[in-house]
């Protein structure tokens, strides 16, 4: 949503839908009022538009139980007006003190072979070593499940999850027993391919590219993807040849 704009309508809505309180005639009592400032058509135009603002900043607001302005027409879209300027005025001041309210990844709950062997460079802000160390984690650890070093990073994990069957020195990581279903065959390419990815296009980036440091949640990202390597890898069966 354009903030700016939406503010604009707001106020220039409550300005063509302000009233003036109109007293009780002479001699009589009770009959006080309040009347539009300006016609009534340009106030129905106005609030044609100003309800779509509305039902996008505060959607509940046609049924909220705030105290009605006696005898005022349209005190409840100007009511609205006027939360609604304050709510956008203050949005950006709310979601640095609140928070956006949307999930938020916690650092520690990433696979143990992540997050266990970057916290030290993570807490003195190297981020760009931190996600190259976890990369070489994950390597050092598959390198040791599959007691193979003549491989490493993305050659190891592609072929750790090809489908090709073992072969002698070649063992290969399976995640779940083989159903001979297209989503078995599925999650070992998309594993395959993914490892080559992120090798690919983040650790080799990262080894080379040593004068450019990550923003801190451009990193977490990163370790967030090799923490999903991470747990396929740890929790796949070993398969070898008889």
């Known amino acids: 949503m354009n903030r700016e704009w939406a503010i604009n309508k707001l106020k220039s809505f409550l300005e063509t839908a302000s009233i003036t309180y109109v007293p009780d005639a ?50 409840r879209h100007r009511e609205a007006a006027h939360r609604a300027i304050a709510q956008l005025e203050a949005e950006q001041e709310l979601i640095d003190n609140l928070g956006s309210g949307a999930p938020q990844l916690d650092a520690a709950t990433l696979h143990p072979w992540v997050w266990g062997s970057v916290q030290g460079l993570w807490s003195s802000g190297h981020f760009r070593e931190a996600v190259g160390m976890a990369a070489k984690a994950i390597n050092a650890q598959t390198q040791a499940k599959l007691e193979r070093k003549d491989l490493s990073e993305a050659k190891l994990l592609s072929d ?66 090799f923490s999903i390597l991470a747990r396929w890898v740890d929790e796949a069966d070993v398969e070898t040849t008889p």
């Open 26 to 75: 002479p001699n009589t009592v009770g009959f006080w009022n309040y009347k539009l400032d300006k016609p009534e058509a340009e106030v129905q135009a106005a609030a044609q538009i100003i309800e779509q603002v509305l039902d996008r900043v505060l959607p509940a607001w046609r049924k909220e139980e705030w105290p009605e302005g006696e005898r005022q027409p349209y005190w």
């Open 160 to 225: 750790a999850f090809s489908m090709k069957p073992p072969a002698s020195g070649q063992p290969r990581l399976r995640l779940g027993a083989d159903d001979g279903s297209d989503t078995y065959r599925s999650r070992h390419e998309g594993a395959g391919s993914f490892a080559r990815g992120v090798y690919s296009a983040i650790r080799n980036p990262i080894a080379h590219e040593l004068d450019h440091e990550l923003e801190e949640n451009e990193a977490l990202e990163q370790l967030a993807a």
